[in-house]
């Protein structure tokens, strides 16, 4: 029901639940719709925006639109000096992204949820890329050797567009992907005009939406290089040999890896194990958060590249996905860490 409110700004929704003895009632109501449902999204997803929202309202022919959008970054927990002291920082519409983040495109055709997108999705991004891009290359933003992909664009992006429809067309049973072809041109056409006017009209948010696409484009960039890194070089290459005391076996049904904590843990360990079959892999320090971290940050970690040349089943990253559990080296992999707080942090983390 709030989704509904969400999707028709202005409508009033009230609702009693009977069903106990104290009853309870739900009143829903947005006089902003979709601007509301945007800001509920990121404000649930602990994302904030850089910029001025997009809001686009439409007719054209049998059909009508609404587009929003925002770009936004990582809320991060305040900076503290030695002495616990916040440091303070540019937040909200003045901060320039620092981290980025994955798309979130939600789509809905006559109220219907479109989870698999369809041609209304597809006019959206065609009309995206080709602006923004366009901008960038006008106004000379771009080095000469740089250039956007449509992934560089839409990361980080958190969009709604709700279309009604006279005659939706639909694949399959489930009506989730719209086909009408003639969404695409129409979405495309209309929400780039507008885009493209806006662009030019507020120089200040284009140039961080434009730095924000090049932080992108160079962190994909960044982890491709040391993706190609970890995924060639061979272990004795990448100094993690020494770290690792493998097993005499090769046999990965019987394999298993024990990743312990610290050098002082793993010489305990290699003295107490069975060298046929266990291997130890010593990690210092807490291992990244890599929930929190880029992919090219993830990459250049130097006990996330020895466990993932260690257990060698490749790295699901980018586009450059070679994750192959056929490859892994070990069929058992047991975490051994101290019965403390430091030891519940590490396991969590791995």
Do not use: W
């Not at 060298?275 to 958060?289: C, D, E, H, T």
């Amino acid at each position: 029901m709030q989704q509904l409110s969400f999707l028709n700004k202005g409508l009033k929704l009230n609702i009693a639940d009977k069903r106990y003895e104290k009853e309870a009632v739900f009143n829903f109501c947005h006089k902003k719709g979709l601007q509301d449902y945007l800001d509920f999204i990121n404000t649930s997803h602990k994302q904030t925006p850089f910029h001025e929202i997009f809001y686009l309202e439409k007719e054209s022919q049998k059909l009508a639109f609404e587009i929003v959008f925002e770009y936004t970054t990582k809320i991060r927990p305040p900076k503290k000096d030695a002495k616990g002291n916040e440091i303070e920082e540019k937040e909200g519409k003045d901060a320039v992204p620092n981290c980025t983040q994955s798309q979130k495109i939600f789509s809905f055709v006559n109220n219907i949820p479109t989870h698999e997108g369809g041609t209304h999705e597809e006019g959206f991004k065609l009309a995206l890329n080709r602006v923004i891009s366009k901008y960038a290359k006008e106004f000379n933003l771009l080095k000469k050797d740089e250039h956007l992909l449509s992934e560089d664009i839409l990361e980080g992006i958190t969009a709604i567009i709700s279309l009604k429809h006279q005659d939706p067309q639909f694949e399959g049973q489930t009506k989730a992907k719209l086909a009408n072809t003639e969404v695409r041109q129409i979405t495309s056409q209309l929400f780039g005009e507008f885009l493209e006017k806006y662009l030019l009209e507020h120089p200040q948010d284009s140039r961080k939406i434009i730095d924000k696409c090049l932080l992108s484009a160079n962190a994909r960039l960044a982890a491709k290089r040391a993706r190609e890194v970890v995924r060639n070089k061979p272990l004795d290459s990448l100094g993690f040999a020494s770290k690792l005391a493998d097993c005499r076996s090769k046999d990965p049904h019987i394999s298993e890896l024990y990743i312990v904590e610290g050098d002082s843990a793993g010489g305990s360990a290699k003295q107490g194990r069975d060298s046929r079959f266990q291997a130890i892999l010593p990690l210092r320090g807490k291992v990244l958060n890599v929930e929190k971290s880029l992919d090219a940050k993830i990459l250049t970690n130097k006990e996330i590249k020895s466990l993932i040349q260690a257990i060698g089943a490749g790295i699901n990253i980018g586009k450059g996905k070679d994750f192959n559990m056929d490859k892994i080296r070990y069929h058992k992999i047991i975490i051994m860490t101290d019965a403390d707080v430091d030891g519940a942090h590490i396991r969590t983390l791995l």
